[in-house]
């Protein structure tokens, strides 16, 4: 199928303008609808859903997980760790080649999980990575200084996509490298088209080392912005698959749509957390009695019941609640206005502030109706809240991470262990300007840092969680944020479609095995 078939609309965001086309059972075209637009297409130097969906099918990595938290090979086909936990040996498949026809080496392994230790909002990912050795073209030696118990899962897809060395390696700031938004990797599809705010354009690798993959001749990531637009353009199905959905009122809708399949499968490694986050080095939010305050005037019940319909689940803590990791000893800050007006007398404040509070624009349940939630609530401890939105998500993105915020919702990933997906939080060395989803709450505590370093060696599981619980205690008492609910996160797709994934990254998977059926 050509690629303009299903590109008539691609650039609208009425749905209006999308047009329907049938399925193929042989190759075909996959549309994916999304709110979120992805500032470029490299996960090895950003994170999220917007970029992490796209560069799975462009970049391919050492492993890809099941649905079982198992490793499968994938351009390591063997591995071992050393018996005393300080190293780690890729065994790369041979024949592998990158988009332009080089051949991936183990040199393109070690500069990428080295490029990706170095500019990743989530420095704890690869802290522990001291070098990595290259005997021949086809073993990477991992050399740790420390016990890694997260290594491999932080070699999945969504995590270490491994980079072209001779693209990549030319001195530019990887950051900003203009082969970001025109990126070649050795994954299962080629970028074809990139439009920022509207498309991803994505084309079969006719040379991808899995014999008789992918099955689909292009993948069309299409951003609508405007979420009736998105539902609508499922219900007619001039989309095929609508991964990451949270809203209530979307899942409902789209449950009574008889040619789709909803499910939330495909989720377990994300830990999906929304929370209302501080800006620490706030005048007005550094004392930490005002943070308190802020704490005790939130209704999580009201929130996970009334604004989200009983779809999502209270969350009380910065481990996911699913997590063994998780301690209910954590201060649950339960609504007390009571206890937060006198707070925020003792901090000086009985007279009240101004607060502003941003949001993430695209999924209203989750963020804008909570924000403005919080406004009507707030008033009950004095505070005039202020809600600012942004017209697109690299505009919230840019303010976050510069710090130029007071309040922000934000939503922000476990990613399947603490040592990737929480300690960036919290930890001291994280407070990194500019960078979305580090520390940009600039909360620092020495303790916090002490025993987070101490359970990211920690191979002992009862150890391990005897820390987190610690931390846990302590982050309930430092409030640098208020976690409100774990996101109900679904898909919906059309039943025509075969092997949608369903392991723990779900479309932060590579879709090599994605097909239509007859």
């Not at 404040?349 to 999924?363: A, E, H, K, N, Q």
């Amino acid at each position: 199928m050509k690629l303009m078939t299903r590109l008539l609309g691609a650039v609208a965001i009425s749905a209006s303008s999308l047009t329907a086309v049938p399925a193929f059972a042989e190759g075909g075209t996959l549309v994916i609808a999304t709110t979120q637009a992805p500032r470029h297409l490299n996960g090895a130097v950003q994170s999220g859903i917007a970029t992490g969906v796209p560069s799975a099918q462009i970049f391919a990595s050492p492993l890809r997980y099941d649905e079982n938290w198992e490793p499968q090979p994938y351009l390591a086909e063997s591995w071992e760790m050393a018996a005393d936990g300080m190293s780690l040996t890729l065994n790369l498949v041979a024949g592998a080649t990158f988009h332009d026809g080089k051949p991936v080496t183990s040199e393109d392994v070690a500069f990428s999980i080295m490029a990706t230790k170095e500019n990743h909002p989530f420095k704890s990912m690869f802290a522990p990575v001291e070098a990595i050795e290259t005997p021949d073209a086809q073993t990477a030696i991992i050399r740790l200084s420390q016990p890694h118990p997260a290594l491999l899962l932080a070699l999945s897809p969504a995590l270490a996509p491994i980079m072209p060395k001779h693209i990549y390696g030319d001195g530019q700031d990887i950051k900003s490298h203009p082969a970001n938004s025109t990126p070649i990797g050795s994954g299962p599809f080629m970028l074809d088209e990139f439009k920022a705010g509207e498309l991803v354009a994505l084309k079969k690798n006719p040379d991808f080392f899995i014999e008789g993959r992918p099955k689909l001749d292009e993948i069309l990531i299409r951003i609508i912005k405007d979420p009736s637009a998105l539902l609508i353009a499922m219900e007619n199905s001039d989309a095929d698959m609508y991964p990451f959905m949270a809203g209530s009122q979307e899942i409902r809708r789209l449950e009574k749509a008889e040619h789709l399949e909803i499910t939330d499968e495909g989720y377990a490694g994300i830990g999906p957390i929304n929370w209302l986050a501080f800006n620490t080095k706030s005048e007005k939010l550094s004392d930490v009695r005002v943070r308190q305050a802020i704490a005790y005037a939130v209704d999580r019940d009201f929130v996970t019941k009334a604004l989200h319909r009983g779809v999502s689940q209270q969350q009380r803590g910065p481990i996911i609640e699913s997590s063994p990791y998780f301690t209910d000893a954590i201060a649950p800050y339960d609504v007390d206005l009571d206890k937060a007006n006198a707070l925020m007398a003792d901090a000086g404040f009985g007279d009240g502030m101004d607060l502003t509070i941003d949001y993430i624009p695209g999924p209203k349940e989750q963020q804008q109706s909570i924000a403005e939630y919080l406004k009507s609530q707030f008033k009950k401890i004095g505070i005039n809240l202020t809600v600012r939105a942004a017209p697109d998500f690299p505009t919230w993105a840019g303010r976050v991470g510069g710090h130029d915020f007071e309040l922000t919702m934000d939503i922000v990933f476990n990613w399947g262990d603490p040592v990737i997906g929480v300690h960036r939080t919290y930890l001291c060395s994280n407070i990194r300007k500019g960078v979305i989803w580090s520390n940009t709450q600039q909360y620092c505590n020495e303790k916090v840092d002490e025993l987070l370093n101490a359970a990211a060696v920690e191979l002992d599981t009862d150890k391990r969680a005897a820390l987190y619980k610690e931390f846990q205690e302590i982050i309930g008492q430092d409030v640098p944020l208020y976690t409100i609910n774990a996101l109900p996160y679904h898909t919906a797709y059309d039943k025509k479609l075969k092997n949608v994934p369903t392991g723990i990254w779900g479309t932060m998977h590579p879709m090599d095995t994605v097909e239509w059926s007859e």
